[in-house]
């Protein structure tokens, strides 16, 4: 059974077991969350949204339509995601463009993701780093642009 605090506003969507959805949270009909995730308040998943199972969202973060979040996964306090490469206020692309991010990686607080990025399994992305470009399997990741600083062999 999963948890969602009262003052969370999940609509109609696909939440798995032991899941903790907290205060301040809005999940927007369709999108789908594994088990055991942990997701902290002020945080929003849109519709076309996919997260796997032990996932944590730390507070802060918005996760936008496209983007698929593999198991295991951490994404640290206000990681800013992003889906459209040419935003402009009411004219929408005709698909959006998300972020994917493999089983394993961890993002650190403050990191920026361009739209379409790759982030590869179990790879680190540095607290305020922005990634332009995708980021290889294992890859520890840092700066504005992120540039590969090691690879880790765990």
């Not at 470009?133 to 840092?142: F, L, T, Y």
Request: glycine share 12%; net charge negative.
């Amino acid at each position: 059974m999963s948890f969602i605090h009262p003052l969370a506003d999940v609509a109609d969507c696909q939440i798995g077991a032991g899941t903790r959805v907290w205060q301040f949270v809005v999940v927007l009909k369709g999108a789908k969350i594994g088990a055991d995730c942990n997701i902290c308040a002020h945080t929003l998943i849109e519709s076309d949204v996919v997260i796997g199972d032990r996932v944590t969202v730390k507070s802060g973060v918005q996760i936008w339509d496209g983007s698929v979040i593999g198991d295991d996964v951490f994404i640290g306090p206000n990681v800013t995601f992003s889906n459209d490469l040419y935003p402009r206020s009411k004219q929408y692309p005709t698909q959006f463009n998300g972020v994917t991010i493999h089983k394993g990686a961890s993002i650190g607080a403050n990191s920026t993701l361009l739209p379409g990025i790759t982030i590869g399994e179990k790879a680190m992305v540095g607290a305020g780093a922005v990634v332009t470009k995708d980021v290889p399997e294992r890859a520890v990741v840092v700066g504005n642009p992120a540039i590969v600083l090691k690879y880790l062999e765990i």
